[in-house]
């Protein structure tokens, strides 16, 4: 493929990344994901951002470089916005190629180079409104964002073009193949995307949502014209739709979500499974929104995904061995790791010889700050008046939401 034209000087590079390999060892991708680069060209050269050796991610940013006359050893800067390994982790071969090139980031960043690549020559650090000129009227400035969603990170942007390189910020999961830009796209395939930049944020980033937000008020006063990230579309026709995007999605951390339900379920013979019906019932008579995710089936990635946008959730499980029914209980611990706080909850679930899935579940959701509905557990299957009670809480959970 070809690098993609930004702006006079400024191109996009980006390998798609097709595997069964889990993002971050944890999150699938079935639709795969881009990594992107980018090189920015006046008197001299700069790439920002690199990649790791995956899927031949080098072989393909090595064609793209050639299609506009460039190579790795054309380069004088390397910028590194952020330090994780899926953008970085090819430094040490990048080194070998160019050894004249100069790295920049900010000091934890230096010291990440440093540290994972024990690199320590050739070095810069850089710091909040540092500006690096390439000369031909190409200057790059940089802004300090820490904590999406690692302490090193920073921003970089071209004021003459209007270019944002935010790294993992605006980003999402999903291929591009030969098209990159937000104007390439179909409604149809913008549909997907959207779901894709939920499901990598809810996954990536939603724990430092505060941050998020700390870094889109500070840009405010840049005239933003394209936003360049790391992963997925790169939006030049309506940059601003990326960016309220994400600030919605941060707001959900404070505001708990969206206006609907997400009902997470889990049953072995079943028994569980016929209460959620229930409950389903109940909430369909409100006509409150609702998704459903089932466990294990469903990998925990797209329950986050749900679960992080919505209001309010619906918790089933069958107590297992006296304790939770652990798929569920490991979604709870994803939860609590990436601050799914302030839902409105019902927990419901049967047991066989005992019910015991209660202390286990209040020890781990505490501290989420939820408000919870007073939990409805059976032996067995239902009968007539459990299932009537179960439509009926799922009815006043439905209220909850509407208030």
Known sequence: MNAHKIADGIFCLHADIQTTDLFEGIWPIPQGVSLNAYLVRGEKTALIDLFRDWTEAPKQIEGELASIGASFSSVDYLILNHLEPDHTGWLREFREKNPKAEIL?????????????????????????????????????????????????????????????????????????DRVFDDDFTAEEHVFFEKETLRYYANIVSSFSVFVEKAIQKLEGLSIKCVAPSHGIVWRKKPELIIDRYRKYASYAKNSGEREITVIWGSMYGNTKAGVDAVIRGIEAEGVPYAIRRVPDENVSYVLADAYKSSALVLAMPTYEYAMFPPMAYVLDIFRRKHIFGKKVLRIGSWGWVGGAKKEYDAIVEGLKWTSLEPLEWAGYPTEAELAALEERGKELARMVKA
């Open 105 to 177: 980031s900010t000091a934890k960043g230096i010291n990440l180079v440093k540290s994972f690549y024990k690199i320590e020559s050739g070095l810069r650090a850089v710091k909040d409104g540092d500006t690096l000129d390439l000369g031909a009227g190409k200057v790059l400035s940089f802004y300090e964002t820490p904590n999406i969603h690692w302490p090193e990170t920073m921003i970089s942007f071209d004021a003459g073009s209007g270019t944002l390189f935010p790294c993992d910020a605006f980003g999402s999961f999903g291929s591009l193949g």
